[in-house]
């Protein structure tokens, strides 16, 4: 689909559903890729099934741990980083009422913050390179907003805020700055909703089904490809047809 033959490629919150369909898109393509995460033993179980992928593992709630992370990818994967892809995020859900400051806390220095810190590290030896490709997973409620998400939608807003900047300052040494935004996707947590549930999802989905990781993973490959080179500060919404922003 895309040529990323000779490109390295950084994915956080790679032993997921999305993560690790994006690490294998990029793969796929031709990139070789550095797996990050918290859980070392499912990131080497996603690695087992990609040549020669590098397992980087990282808590992003550790800011030290966040400042190490560019520095042992890049050495993981030869001494250089093309593409970065900020895919790691969490919840905390509330309703704001009842939100604790660490809900909230929580979920911006993972979701926000940490991505800031690894793409300010990346970008260094980016513009060196004068090259690189930066893609962050936001999602459709970082537009819409959703009930009980208020730290959640902040953070993925925030993100999308904080891409735009970032392309307008890195775009004259080659390196683009995008996002790709997920609706529904399907996953373990969305295997275990009910059927009313699931039927009250899909009646606001045009499409008239859930996304898959590869969907996402296909929208971040195009994004990191050189095809994509005149294009930044934008965001690919995947969901079929649910928020048409």
């Known amino acids: 689909m895309f040529d990323l033959s000779g490109m390295t490629a950084l994915v956080t919150g790679a032993s997921g559903g ?12 031709g990139a070789t890729v550095a797996l990050s995460g918290t859980r070392a033993e499912a990131l080497e179980q996603v690695a087992a ?8 593992p990282c808590n992003l709630s550790d800011s030290a741990a966040v400042e190490a992370l560019v520095p042992a ?33 929580q979920v911006i220095a993972v979701n926000l913050e940490a991505a800031f810190r690894l793409i300010r ?13 930066i893609v962050t997973i936001t999602s459709v409620v ?10 959640y939608a902040a953070s993925k807003g925030g993100l999308t805020a904080m ?26 947590m969305t295997d275990a909703l009910n059927e009313a549930q699931k039927g009250t999802i899909l009646s606001r989905i045009p499409a008239g089904a859930l996304g898959t990781g590869e969907d996402v993973a296909a929208a971040v490959a195009y994004l990191a490809s050189r095809q994509a080179g005149y294009v930044t500060g934008q965001t690919i919404h995947v969901n079929g047809g649910m928020a048409m922003v």
């Open 18 to 29: 999305i993560g690790s369909a994006i690490a294998k898109g990029l793969a796929a393509q």
């Open 49 to 56: 099934g990609i040549d020669g992928a590098k397992v980087v």
């Open 73 to 105: 990818a890049i050495e993981a994967l030869g001494g250089k980083l093309d593409i970065l892809v900020n895919n790691a995020g969490i919840t905390r859900d509330n309703l704001v009422m009842r939100m604790k400051d660490d809900e909230w806390d």
């Open 121 to 133: 590290a990346a970008a260094r030896p980016m513009m060196k390179a004068r090259f690189g490709r």
């Open 142 to 151: 970082g537009h819409t907003g959703n009930p009980g998400q208020a730290n």
């Open 163 to 188: 891409s735009k900047a970032l392309a307008q300052e890195l775009a004259s040494r080659q390196i683009t700055v995008n996002c790709v935004a997920p609706g529904f996707i399907g996953s373990a």
